[in-house]
T-cell receptor, first 113, second 116 residues
Framework: SQTIHQWPATLVQPVGSPLSLECTVE??????LYWYRQAAGRGLQLLFY??????ISSEVPQNLSASRPQDRQFILSSKKLLLSDSGFYLC????????????FGEGSWLTVV | AQKITQTQPGMFVQEKEAVTLDCTYD???????LFWYKQPSSGEMIFLIY??????QNATEGRYSLNFQKARKSANLVISASQLGDSAMYFC?????????????FGSGTRLSIRP
């Protein structure tokens, strides 16, 4: 069966420090991968999505970037965090055309101080 | 332009009553999909129900049904016989288009609270 994992689950980072969140999917090949951010008590904002290795679409211009070095690995990064980067980050995957379900990871709580 | 609109930031419902959560969407694609997810306080995202734009019947999954009104571009979630465990955030989402490159966007959510 397919599984998705992301880590770390929680982190507290100072302003200006770098960030790396990692997400891996098992049990499927060539998944579509997504990074969403959820500010406290708010909706999910699509940050990046990828349909293949090295293919990244950015939805929101900001100081975050994403990379997909392997088929089932998706990484969210920042060189210098801002206070406004705080939130709950969710990785997700889907497969094929006419997607009728997307599957989410456990989420990563980021607090920038 | 906002593609998915959930106009109810919060709702309170008495246990065992039915509840309708509103969702409207905007797309020019003929092929699209609509989703509902539940997010308890733990943060996990739980898939509830899916409706394809070409599906003629409203989708149902147990106590959940999706009231799909294509001409009005609405996809409301109906929860019958609400339970205390239904208290959570609920998100409507849309897949615009049919290709594997179609992105999936979410609304701002509705916080549902069930009163005992």
């Amino acid at each position: 069966s397919q599984t998705i994992h992301q880590w770390p689950a929680t982190l507290v980072q100072p302003v200006g420090s770098p960030l790396s969140l990692e997400c891996t999917v098992e049990g499927t090949s060539n998944p579509n991968l997504y990074w969403y951010r959820q500010a406290a008590g708010r909706g999910l904002q699509l940050l990046f999505y990828s349909v293949g290795i090295g293919q990244i679409s950015s939805e929101v211009p900001q100081n975050l970037s994403a990379s997909r070095p392997q088929d089932r690995q998706f990484i969210l990064s920042s060189k210098k965090l801002l206070l406004s980067d705080s939130g709950f980050y969710l990785c997700a995957w889907s497969a094929g055309q006419g997607v009728n379900t997307i599957y989410f990871g456990e989420g990563s709580w980021l607090t920038v101080v | 332009a906002q593609k998915i609109t959930q106009t109810q930031p919060g709702m309170f419902v008495q246990e065992k009553e039915a509840v309708t959560l509103d969702c409207t969407y905007d797309t020019s694609d003929q092929s699209y999909g609509l989703f509902w997810y539940k997010q308890p306080s733990s943060g996990e995202m739980i898939f509830l129900i899916y409706q394809g734009s070409y599906d003629e019947q409203n989708a149902t999954e147990g106590r959940y049904s999706l009231n799909f009104q294509k001409a009005r571009k609405s996809a409301n979630l109906v929860i019958s016989a609400s339970q205390l465990g239904d208290s959570a955030m609920y998100f409507c989402a849309m897949r615009e288009g049919y290709s594997s490159a179609s992105k999936i966007i979410f609304g701002s959510g509705t916080r549902l609270s069930i009163r005992p």
